[in-house]
């Protein structure tokens, strides 16, 4: 070494004690396996006490911390707080349960740890895999173009983007929505996911343009009336251009009639989407499959596979009819994300870079916990599950209309039940209060944990089942659960 120099030190992020931190990683792995062993055991869901929430408001680390007192901190003051979805009497809103492998699968990725843009690497292989078995198991052609997403409201945002680009009848992406000689306006049922409004907005066509369609009985779009309005739309000069679908709706399971919106908007020359979050993949049910006829005739199909697949948040996906449509509403290639085959080997090839068909271009590698699920159980399994929750939510009904203190409010055709305990003596808004307060009393003392909806202005307890850990022994407690404390917070708080 020269006199005077002075040695450089250079840091990494990497353990300085390998082993110590293989014990560790063994250690949280051991714990997290138990955890989802033992989850009956828990409660499903348990307020989180102020001091705890208190650690959540520390000063910003300037020093670095012991990686197992972080671990420790975790166990102590995260573990014991989650959400509860991953509990087998979890039912609120629409969350997935997610799998021991799916948590695998995304050490395993991280390990990895890729981006998925493009380039010619082997996690691009495995979403080009796992796009073409989706295609196949929702029913559409080995043609069309696909992408993996955060979830479904990504989904509708890629796929209405492609339906208004492709429908406008002019250079959108250049000329922008501003330039549109006719309002656009598109179409759905009042009981259409909130994203296909936000969709709607942030496309700059404003929650306006979408004409919400009101429902039959079962909480289908009416046919008659959307058919009206379109024609009654044209008559006023705006440009009719999307029908939206639903294949599962939020509030009541409901599924419109996927084949005639797909006549109506062949006879209309109109783009049909499909928000499939959930119930897209009844396709893979063996009695329930009937109800999404059409899905695969779709332009666009939205869906998740962090709910009715049972992976781990967060994935979901879009697949799009026409590629060409897809990747012009999307590519953009600038000189420093050059590709082909004319480039250099890693960025050549003749794979798709996903960035030209979504507007993210850093994409995690949200492929890998697909494809271990679909090859781990199959599409037999997965169809053999689905058509279990489907199962437990008419055995949830049965016992609701075989039960006098209790109402169902909704036709269950999916696994969404929408019921309330009800009292012949009590009023509309006393029996919305005391609904409330069952649904609080079911979540706060760790029973169960469905969700509320509104249901011809009516609060009702939402059990929306898309969990794989359910048993027919945990509706037959939810309900019992139901009357014990409905019947308990009459006498008390109302006589």
């Not at 931190?21 to 250690?27: D, F, K, S, Y």
């Not at 082997?122 to 993996?148: C, H, R, T």
């Not at 492609?162 to 049922?189: C, F, H, W």
Request: aromatic content about 8%.
């Amino acid at each position: 070494m020269a006199q005077g120099r002075t040695t450089l030190v250079e840091e990494t992020l990497d353990p300085d004690d390998w082993e110590s931190t293989r014990a560790l990683g063994h250690r949280m792995l051991d714990d997290m396996l138990d955890y989802l062993k033992t989850i009956r055991e828990n409660p499903v869901w348990q307020p989180i006490p102020d001091e705890v929430k208190r650690k959540f408001s520390m000063p910003l680390p300037e020093k670095a911390q012991e990686l197992e007192e972080i671990y420790h901190e975790y166990s102590e003051y995260i573990l014991p707080y989650p959400l509860g979805n991953i509990h087998p009497r979890f039912w609120g809103w629409v969350a997935g349960t997610g799998t021991v492998s799916g948590m695998l699968a995304d050490m395993l990725a991280a390990g990895m740890n890729p981006n998925l843009a493009g380039a010619d690497h082997i996690a691009n292989y495995v979403e080009v895999q796992v796009i073409d078995w989706l295609k196949e198991m929702l029913g559409f052609p080995a043609s069309a173009s696909g992408l993996l997403t955060s979830g479904c409201s990504a989904g509708n945002l890629i796929g209405l983007t492609v339906a208004r680009n492709t429908k406008a009848g002019y250079d959108l992406r250049r000329e922008g929505i501003q330039a549109a000689p006719q309002k656009m306006v598109l179409y759905a049922s009042h009981q259409i996911h909130s994203s296909i409004q936000k969709a709607a907005e942030m496309l700059g066509l404003g929650s306006e343009a979408l004409h919400m369609i009101p429902v039959n009985d079962n909480f289908q779009i009416d046919l008659k009336l959307l058919i009206k309005t379109i024609d009654k739309d044209r008559q006023h000069g705006y440009l009719p251009f999307c029908i939206v679908g639903a294949a599962g709706t939020t509030n009541t399971g409901a599924v419109d009639d996927l084949n005639a919106l797909a006549d109506i908007c062949q006879q209309e020359n109109l783009w049909f989407h499909v928000d499939g979050a959930f119930g897209a993949w009844a396709v893979l049910a063996s009695k329930a499959k009937k109800l999404v006829a059409g899905i695969g005739r779709a332009d666009s199909l939205a869906f998740d596979l962090h709910k009715w697949i049972y992976l781990p948040y967060e994935i979901g996906g879009v697949l799009v009819r026409s590629e060409e449509n897809h990747r012009r509403a999307f590519s953009l290639t600038p000189a420093y994300l050059s590709h082909g085959e004319d480039q250099l080997a890693m960025t050549g090839g003749t794979l798709p870079w996903f960035s030209d068909y979504g507007f993210q271009l850093s994409r995690g590698f949200r492929a890998l916990k697909a494809w271990m699920a679909i090859k781990e159980y199959g599409c037999n399994k997965l169809g053999s599950l689905i058509q279990q929750n489907i199962d437990q939510a008419h055995y949830l009904a049965d016992l609701i209309d075989a039960s006098p203190e209790l109402e169902l409010l909704a036709p269950v055709m999916l696994n969404v039940v929408c019921f309330r305990y009800v009292q012949p003596n009590l009023n509309e808004d006393v029996l919305d209060e005391l609904n409330v307060k069952i649904l609080a009393e079911l979540q706060e003392q760790g029973i169960a944990a469905p969700s509320s909806t509104t249901i011809n202005g009516k609060h009702v307890l939402h059990v929306a089942h898309t969990n794989h850990r359910s048993r027919r022994a945990d509706f037959d407690v939810l309900v019992g659960e139901v009357k014990r404390i409905g019947d308990e917070l009459s006498q008390l708080l109302f006589f």
